[in-house]
Nanobody, 124 residues
Framework: QVQLVESGGGLVQAGGSLRLSCAAS????????MGWFRQAPGKEREFVAG????????VYADSVKGRFAISRDNAKNTVYLQMNSLNAEDTAVYYC?????????????????WGQGTQVTVSS
């Protein structure tokens, strides 16, 4: 079993930055692929970024490429999402997810564990 707890959300002005953190607990959490997803009101949950178990591979949604960066510190069982140049379209609840394989998938259906989410609001 893996438990995930996100933190770091908040209110930021357009053009600003935030860093989200996801602390994972569980004996094999450091080997799991991790993903960040987001869900805006009235919209489906969408993939934002993913990182392999080793951290050697990353995948990004086109909408965040060049602005967001995902990373992980397996010694701390923590995954990060650095978000720069934020705009109003980035406003959503951001969720951390883990899947019990090391490779990355973009579908939320492939993830076994989810955090409770953290709100990110970008004011224009």
């Amino acid at each position: 079993q893996v438990q995930l707890v996100e933190s770091g959300g908040g209110l930021v002005q357009a053009g600003g930055s935030l860093r989200l953190s996801c602390a994972a607990s569980g004996r094999t959490a450091s080997r799991y692929a991790m993903g960040w997803f987001r869900q805006a009101p009235g919209k489906e949950r969408e993939f934002v970024a993913g990182i392999s178990g080793s951290g050697s591979s990353t995948v990004y949604a086109d909408s965040v490429k060049g602005r967001f960066a995902i990373s992980r510190d397996n010694a701390k069982n923590t995954v990060y999402l650095q978000m720069n140049s934020l705009n109003a379209e980035d406003t959503a609840v951001y969720y951390c997810a883990a899947r019990d394989m090391s490779n990355i998938y973009v579908s939320p259906l492939q993830y076994n564990y989810w955090g409770q989410g953290t709100q990110v609001t970008v004011s224009s």
